[in-house]
Structures are given as structure tokens and as C-alpha cells.
């Protein structure tokens, strides 16, 4: 029953958008069929409508896109109609690149392209290449994308084109979102939110709506990622787009599969399928039935599940759209864990995780993580399943982290309007004070009009009227010295919110980065054994191993409490003497297990004792940041030395210590040397997909600075990295004098 009603409501929003374009459609249809039968079609008012019927029939049916587009195309070339035929080539390489026939669709845009060009079409030429780069993002070659769509936005900027340079931004974010970069992403879709609101323009605006949900449902904020979804579902059927519908209906479905409400989510996602099919939406499809793989999966209906995901897998891989592919895969592996079947499942997730790396998916990656630490537990390869569920914390911080942009946009757009509706109060001010002025200007010329005979009063009269006037442009004058310092006052609050909000992502950064993967792999060890995977002996050999783990993890939460005391209270750090030799060695110790799962040798060049004066907590989060970081980005056989040696300057007649962590890892380029301290900066992966913040070298030059040294950094691609920073000498404690004992 319930079947039979989604159906039924499916058939009559289909109908409803036939009737709705109906009016478009009906009003050429006669005159099209009258020019073919009398003259061949071979006019160009003819293929001007032909081109036209192509570009609405699309929403409904790309199949009588290419229908419509080829007699157009056919009859542009007879008659050397080179507008049309251009035209005519855009509308069928739209309808090719949508149905997956991606080689065709090239021809066609290369040839469209060449003639808009010779015609200087510059709106033909940004159409082109708007839908090239949409092309190859559904291909997954984002570099291609992004050169096309960049093109396609600096014609219309030319043009002053507002509609067009919204649709190129939100294109533009797209890619970043394939590519897995969300805060890029946002930054584009924010900026055609903006111009599409604007214009009003409630199709665009959808559109917008369902890509920030798309970034907060990776963000894995399902309540936000819903709301925004169902705003764009509402504005799709206010304007009658079907592909739009059936978007908005799959990624709510998504959700809700996320949320683990399956009934729902086989619902909307039945609704989306349908709507696809109808277009013959490959990457559609191809999505949908991963997602109702995935659906049946978690009902324990494995002969459904495996035929959606069977479906998915054959979709994706014969129209080459790797995105899709990498999904299927990805659900195909979950599936046969749960069944399992271990073996299976691990290859999937090899081949998934493939993908995800040339994708640079980081949300696909995890995921792909995750069904390799199962598939290598159940197939009792421990190593290899510790290792994957490492993997699978980093990656999953990493995207969590970006939680922050979300609160972040939610400010900016608070205090933009904030801003504007202060502007209204000003504005309504000024009108109430310009109609103030006016009613008096009425009574002034009233009571001219009454002693018109008497000059002398006339004179007095316009003396009062000018004081009228001079006071209201003073009255107008104290209001706008009070706008600007509204406005000065708005500014610095703003200023601080942004500083206070940088602290916070540096403490949430931190937290996510060195305290969340110890309790992450203590917790999977004990799901192992609550699993009876490990056995007790294998238990009780890994507890030694745990132990050191967590009192690490303990000695760093005080130090980290001590940084964020220093941070928010801006107190200066207490100096004293300290053994920097004491402080190196303590940390190699904790981090040499960790360097020799690597194959990396950490050398200790502190043998002679080093006393500096600083505030010892401090150098110790520093020295542990650097050493991390070294490890991160060494791969097997490198070495990474600290050292510390005395340094006299005679001009200055002072002494330091230069304190050194030099590796023969990977190095960095200088543009990442340049802009290493600078500000926050986006993290690469390490040579084993180590993920991290970004702002370990902020920390590492304000604890340094406020201790009175410098940082700096040497480094060349291929031959390693070398930190340094110096810190004051300390006083030398004198050894107690020896004591005679008398008989």
C-alpha cells in the first residue's frame, strides 16, 4: 500500500511538471512542425525555437534533448547558420555528458567552443565551458574542472552577469567538495548564496541550499544538513525541477540512513531512484542504489542489498564516474563485513580506498579505513586491523575539525545581519528626521503666505528657517558621528569574536590531534577483546604498551592545561633553570616507539648538560611538537638528531642555546617555509597518511617567543627539514661544598 501511494505520488508531480512547462512547450511545437513540413526547417527563426524546445526539454527528458539538438545542428549546418548550430551542439553535449557519454559530449563542446569563439560570444563561450567543467567534476578530474570553471567566471564577471557568476561559484565549490576540501567549498558556495538571494532567484538558491547541506552532512551535522536539504526540496517543486527534486529527495535520504531511520530513508531514496531512472540519470542512479545497498544491508535483507549494490558498482564503473564508483565500492565492503565475509570485503575496500586516494576524498577515505580495520580483525590480522583503526581516527578528526567552519559561517552570517538591520535603524532615522524637516519647511511657507505684505517680517521668517535648518544639519551631523562609532564599536567586537574563535579552533586542533587517537586505540583494543579476537595472553602482552601510552597522555593534558592557562589568562610564563638534556631525552624515550614502527632512528646529541632558562613545560610541548612532526614526515631509514649547543655573540655580548631538530625526511618547498608561521595553514598528509592541524608551528613560536627565544626553519624538498630556536642560559646551581668529619 505504502509502495502503491509513492508511486502514485510520484506519477502526479511528474504530470503536474508536464502541464507546468506545458505552456513553454505547446506555443513552438505548431510552429516547428509547420517550418519542417514547408520549407525544410531551414530558416533560423526554425532552429532558434528547435534549440530552445532541446533546452527546456531537459529537466523532463535529456533523450528528446538530443532529439530536438540534432535536427537543430543538421539544419544550422545546411543553411551555415553558425549561431544555431553552436547553440544546437551546447544543448546535445549537455544531454551526452548527462547520459555518460562523455566522448561525444567532448566533441560537440570542442566545436561549440571554436565557433563562439570566431563570433566573440562571450555568454556562448562561459555556457561552454560552465558545463566542460561540470563534465570532468563528474569525472573526477578536478584540475580540468577547475581550469574550465575559471574561465567560465572571469567571462562573466566580464559581462557583469550576476546569474551566471553565482552558478560559476557554485560549480567552483563543487569540485572543492569532491576533492574533499569543505572549508574552500563553503567559502564559493557562500558568495552564490549571496548573489542568488539577491536576485531573487529561487532555482539557484535551491541549488546552493543542497550543496551546504551535502558539507554538513559530511561534517556528519545531520540535524543542519536536513534543515538546509528540505529548504532546497521546498524551492525545487516551488520551480519545477525535477533533477532538482530528485537530488534533494537522495541526499535527504542519505541523512536519514545516517541516522539509521531506514523506513524513511527507502522512501525518499524509492523517490529519487524513480526520478532518475526517468532521466536516465547515470550518476544518479548509480549513487541511489548504493545507498539502498546500504539501507537493506543494515536490515539484515542481504539478497536486496546485494542487488542494489551490484547495480551500483555496474553503473559506475561502465560510465567511469570514479566518485560513484568509489562509494559503491566502499558500501560493497561494509555489506560483505557484516556478512562476513572478510576476505571479500578487504578487497573492496582496497579498491575503494584506491579511488578515495586519487580522489583525495577525505570522507571516502575514512570510510574505506574503517572496513579494512573489520575485514583485517575478522581475518585475525591484528597489525594490520590497529593500523587501519588509527587511520580511521586521524582521518574522521580531520573532518570533524571542520566542524568549526560551520559555527564560523553561521557567526559571519549573524553579524552580516546584525549589520544590515542596523542600517535599516539608521536609514528609518534619517527618513523620520528628513520628514520632521519637511512638515516644518510646510508651516514655514504657510506662515510666508499669511504676511506676504509685511518684508520685514518676511525677513525675520527666513532668518528662523535658515536656524532651522543649520540646526537639523547639525542634528544630522551628531547622528552620523554616532554611525561611525556604532560602526567603529562593531568592528573591534568583531575583531575580538575573531580572535577569540582562532583560540578556540587552536584548543579543539590540539585536543583532536594528540589526545584523541591514544583513547581511540585503547578503546579498539578492548572492543577486540570484548569480541574474544584477543586472547588474554595477546592482552595482557599489549597492557605494558597501553600503560605508557596513557601516562603520556596524562603528562601531556597537564601541559596542554598550562598552555591554554597562559593563552586565556595572558600570563607571562615563570622562568627558571632547567636541563634541557633531561627535557630531549624524555621525549625521544616516548616517542621512539612510535619513530621505530616507522623505521626511523631518533638520535640524542645532548651528552654534556644544557642549562637553559625558560619555562620547562613550555619547551617540552615545543620539542614534542617538532619531534611529531619530524616523525610524520620521514619515511623508513631516515634520522632525525636533537641537539643543543651554546652560542656566544660578541656584539651583543650575550649567550643562548640554539636547540635543533634536524630529519632527512621528505623536506618542505619554500612557499611552505614562507608561510609555515604566518598564520594557519592547511596540514599535509604525513608519509604514512598521518593527518594533523595545522597550527602545531603557531604553538611552537608563541611558547618560544613568550620564553624570550626565536624560531626558524631550514628545509629543501627531498633533503629534509631542520627546526631551530634558541632560549636564554640558565644559572648553573652550585654543588654543595664537601663536609670534613671529625673523629
Known sequence: MKAFLISFLLVTFLNGFDSLNKGHIDSMKPLVASALKNNGGQDTATINRLNKLAFYYFKLNPDSTLYYGHISTGLARKINYMP??????????????FKGSFAQAKLEFDEAISIFKKLKDKHGLSECYELYGRMYNLQSEYKLALSFLNQALEL??????KTATADSYKNIGMVYFGEGQLSTALDFYYKALSLDEEAKDKHATAAIYNNIGDVLQNMDAYPKALEFYKKALQLYYLTND??????????????LLAQKKYEDAISYLTKSINIAIKQDDKDGMSYVYADLGLCYTYKNQANLAAKYLTNAIEISSKYKITYNQAYAFISYSTFLNLQKDYKDACKYAIRGQALANQLGNVWFRGNAALQLHKSYAGLGKFQEAYKYSNQYSDLKDSLKSTEGIQKLTSYSLNLNFASKQHKAELQQLEKDITYKQKIKQQRLILSFGFIIVVMAIITVFYYRQKTGHLKTIAILGDKNNEILKQKADLNEAAQKLSGLNTLKDRLIGILAHDLRTPLSTLKGVFELFQDK??????????????????????DFLDTLLFWINSQVENADPVSKSFDLRSIAAYEIINHSEQAESKGIRLIDRISEPAIASADPESIRIVIRNLITNAIKFSRENDTIEISARLHSDKYYNEEYYVVTVKDTGVGMSDKQVERLFKGKVSSGTGTNNESGTGMGMMFCRDLVEKSGGKIWVNSRPGYGTEFSFTLPVGIVPEESPAVELSC
Open 156 to 161: 562573466d564577471k566580464q559581462q557583469r552577469d
Open 242 to 255: 525535477l533533477e532538482g527534486v530528485g537530488t534533494a529527495d537522495e541526499n535527504i535520504g542519505e541523512v
Open 84 to 97: 544555431g548550430l553552436a547553440n544546437g551542439l551546447l544543448q546535445t553535449g549537455h544531454a551526452d555528458f
Open 533 to 554: 579476537t584477543l586472547t588474554m595472553d595477546e592482552m595482557l602482552a599489549m597492557i605494558p604498551n597501553i600503560i605508557r601510552k596513557l601516562e603520556y597522555t596524562s
